[in-house]
């Protein structure tokens, strides 16, 4: 952009001297300078519409990749929530089995254990009776 400016300026300021220190009537110099503008203006014109497209195509560029990256990225993420999902609620499968085998057998212990507690105190009753 700097060089872009340099050079525009540079056109500029060549023509306009060149036009002023050269020997010619006031109308004809009036004229060139007219001239030069004119020219000057159209190639800034043409300049600015070709820095124009090339910006529009690298942002058109730029949004595309932007884009497939985007894509990409959320379908790997997907893919891992996906697999981590899948691992969680296996887990869960496999502790929820365990919780139920551990409280089978609690139930277990608690049956042996109402059965000696009731076996103990029939015979804490026959022996009270028995007195």
């Known amino acids: 952009m700097k060089n872009l400016s340099g050079v525009l300026l540079g056109t500029i300021v060549g023509a306009a001297a060149g036009i002023l220190f050269a020997p010619d009537k006031g109308e004809n110099t009036r004229r ?4 030069e503008a004119l020219s000057a203006k159209d190639k800034i ?9 090339k910006i529009s195509a690298t942002a058109s560029d730029l949004k595309e990749k932007v884009s497939a990256t985007y894509n990409s990225k959320k379908k790997s993420f997907d893919a891992q929530l996906e697999d981590v999902m899948s691992n969680v609620s296996y887990k869960a499968d496999d502790v929820i089995s365990t919780l139920e ?9 608690n049956k ?3 059965k000696n507690v009731s076996s103990t105190a029939k ?3 026959e022996e009270i009776q028995s007195v």
Request: charged share 45%; hydrophobic share 20%; no cysteine.
């Open 32 to 35: 060139k300078i007219k001239n």
């Open 45 to 53: 014109s043409e300049t600015a519409s070709e820095y124009s497209e």
């Open 101 to 109: 085998k551990k409280l089978s057998e609690l139930k277990e212990k």
């Open 112 to 114: 042996k254990l109402q």
């Open 123 to 125: 015979s804490g009753r």
